[in-house]
């Protein structure tokens, strides 16, 4: 099994342990490298656009990550889980911004090279 399969599998076994409050819609993640130049991974845990601004405090959110943490630890995943809470709607927003970047790096390239 990979580590890619492995970290999918901690992930949804995670996923079955989080409260039911805030609504998760979805989760993705990816492996990287952290500024440090350690194996990571990068969790987006995604959050139902209707939930009440109070279930965004640490209280409601630290189960989920701790679950997250737990699981990978639990199945000697020896990577560091860099675990991002966003509605959708953030994160179509945050895209939309690092294509917008990538459009103008291209064009500011174009025009030097």
């Known amino acids: 099994m990979t580590l890619e ?3 999918q599998l901690a992930l949804e076994k995670a996923r079955r342990q989080f409260p039911p409050e805030p609504k998760v819609v979805g989760m993705e993640h990816e492996l990287i490298i952290d500024s440090t130049g350690d194996d990571a ?3 987006l845990v995604k959050i139902d ?3 009440p601004e109070d279930r965004w405090m640490p209280e409601w959110l630290e189960p989920m990550a701790k679950a997250i ?3 990978l630890r639990g199945d000697d995943i020896d990577l560091w889980p860099y675990v991002h809470f966003l509605t959708l709607t953030e994160e ?3 895209k939309a911004e690092v294509e917008e970047a990538e459009r103008k790096e291209r064009m500011r390239d174009a025009a030097q090279g």
Do not use: I
Request: proline residues 0%.
């Open 5 to 7: 399969q492995r970290v």
């Open 41 to 43: 991974v990068k969790v």
């Open 49 to 51: 656009e209707a939930t």
């Open 69 to 71: 943490r737990e699981s």
């Open 92 to 94: 179509k927003e945050a």
